[in-house]
């Protein structure tokens, strides 16, 4: 995973993996980030309108630990993703 400049968000950087190991690694990530409090994640998947955009984009849509999904700052290469708070038991 990299860590490239952010605004301290943890970071999932899917470039490079094929299709079905990035969703399973959004997936982990998102819940792992709900998990521990996380208010806000940023997933990178890079520049253009391919397929792993797309399918990344339709798992954030309608994932249960995503409350809101926004472009980042510098285009639509990353998305920052705003976790619903976690359950309490």
Do not use: C, Y
């Not at 208010?39 to 409350?67: N, Y």
């Amino acid at each position: 995973m990299s860590l490239p400049p952010n605004l301290g968000e943890p970071t999932l950087d899917l470039h490079g993996l094929r299709l079905r190991e990035a969703l399973q690694r959004t997936d982990a990530f998102l819940r792992r980030e709900q998990a521990q409090g996380t208010v806000a994640v940023r997933i990178i998947t890079g520049h253009g309108g391919g397929i792993l955009k797309q399918a990344i984009g339709d798992l954030l849509a309608q994932h249960p630990s995503v409350a809101r999904v926004t472009t980042a700052l510098q285009g639509d290469a990353a998305r920052v993703v705003v976790l619903r708070p976690r359950l309490r038991r």
